[in-house]
């Protein structure tokens, strides 16, 4: 079979599509046949090094496809299954994945492969970070960076639903109208503004209850200047570099007479979805939510195996809006 195959960690050249034995089918496993891979800021961090990784293996973490062949002791998928999963390690740049029957789920059929593909890592994180991080309600403000990308769309979308005020950064002008759509009530574009200026102006002085932040290096110190008194920091990824150590004296606890007392999370995903039962039950949420209209997907580029080296360019030069996918079939 086909697969983006990394020997070395590093630069875009180190993507290479190369050929591999099929994956054999241990007791518990399913092997799926794969139509779409997600693409993800993560499978940039595993391709540079910045998570260290036993070598060599097989890029990507989410996917979609059937089912075609079962271990002994998987009893809950049939051959000719349609599923997807969104966080694994078996690599899903590849024409067929083995993967635990455990982390996969059936795809309803309202919920074609392009949109399972689309949804299912960053619709997930979305759904963890906005009800269980920091569970969004009426009279809460959010301010979400980078709010046209792929999990930004999505968190925007779920933190209207649930009653709350959002604030986004973006920076350029096709992105801040993505995110206006999205239902933004406030958007500032960062590469040209200061958010902080614009958070406190907006907010009358008041700051944020929380921040989502997923761009780290560039963003992150200053997030403390927008929290309101007790706001909460939600760091969870570093798109634009490593965030620097914090001081937790001056940081959290002594900011100002009125505010200060912050709290800071660096969540992942698999510390909230750990077990089928979980991913079930927030997967269903997700689907109903697409499925219902209530959430939109916006999926943006399609790229190949072949291609696979432009999909990393894109997301790393920040080209992409949205999410973007591989079309392995
Ligand atoms: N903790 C978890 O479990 C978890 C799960 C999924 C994703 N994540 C994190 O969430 C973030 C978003 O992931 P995604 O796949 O949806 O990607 P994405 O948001 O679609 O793409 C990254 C975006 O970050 C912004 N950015 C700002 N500075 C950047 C820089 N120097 N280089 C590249 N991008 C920069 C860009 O938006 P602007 O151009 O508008 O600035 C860019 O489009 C990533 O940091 C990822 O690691 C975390």
Redesign the pocket.
């Known amino acids: 079979m086909k697969a983006i195959v990394i020997e070395k960690q590093g630069g875009l050249d180190q993507i290479n599509l190369v050929e591999v034995p099929l994956p054999e089918v241990k007791p518990d496993e399913i092997l799926i046949k794969l139509t779409f891979a997600g693409i993800?800021?993560?499978d940039i961090?595993e391709r540079m090094g910045v998570y260290p990784i036993p070598l060599p293996f097989i890029l990507g973490k989410e996917g979609v496809g059937t089912i075609i062949n079962k271990g002994e002791r998987v009893k809950q998928f049939s051959l000719g299954e349609r599923v997807g999963f969104a966080y694994v390690t078996g690599g899903s740049y590849s024409e067929y994945i083995a993967i635990n029957a455990e982390h996969a789920v059936a795809l309803p059929p309202e919920v074609d492969d392009v949109i399972a593909a689309s949804c299912l890592?960053?619709g997930l994180?979305s759904y963890f970070l906005t009800h269980d991080t920091f569970h969004l309600q009426p009279g809460h403000t959010a301010l979400i960076?980078?709010?046209?990308?792929?999990?930004?769309l999505l968190t925007v979308q779920m933190a209207k639903l649930l009653g709350a005020k959002v604030i986004g950064?973006?920076?350029?002008a096709r992105?801040l109208k993505l995110a206006e759509e999205a239902g933004a009530d406030y958007l500032i574009r960062?590469?040209e503004k200061d958010f902080v200026k614009g958070v406190m102006h907006w907010t009358e002085g008041v700051g944020v209850d929380v921040v989502y932040d997923?761009?780290?290096a560039?963003t992150f110190t200053r997030s403390f200047e927008v929290l309101k008194n007790r706001g909460t920091i939600v760091s969870?990824?570093?798109?634009?570099?490593v965030i620097p150590p914090i001081d937790l004296n001056s940081r959290l606890g002594n900011r100002t007479q009125q505010r200060g007392s912050f709290y800071v999370t660096r969540?992942?995903?698999r510390h909230y979805i750990d077990n089928q039962e979980a991913l079930k039950f927030k997967t269903n949420a997700l689907f109903n939510y697409i499925i219902q209209g209530k959430i939109r997907i916006l999926v943006g580029n399609q790229y190949t195996l072949e291609n696979c080296r432009q999909a990393h360019q894109d997301?790393?030069?920040?080209l992409?809006l949205?999410?973007s996918i591989l079309k392995i079939i």
């Open positions: 993800n800021f993560v961090y890592l960053q994180t960076h980078a709010a046209a990308g792929g999990v930004g950064t973006v920076s350029t992105k960062y590469d997923s761009v780290g560039t969870f990824g570093q798109s634009s570099g969540p992942v995903i997301l790393e030069n920040r992409t949205g999410k």
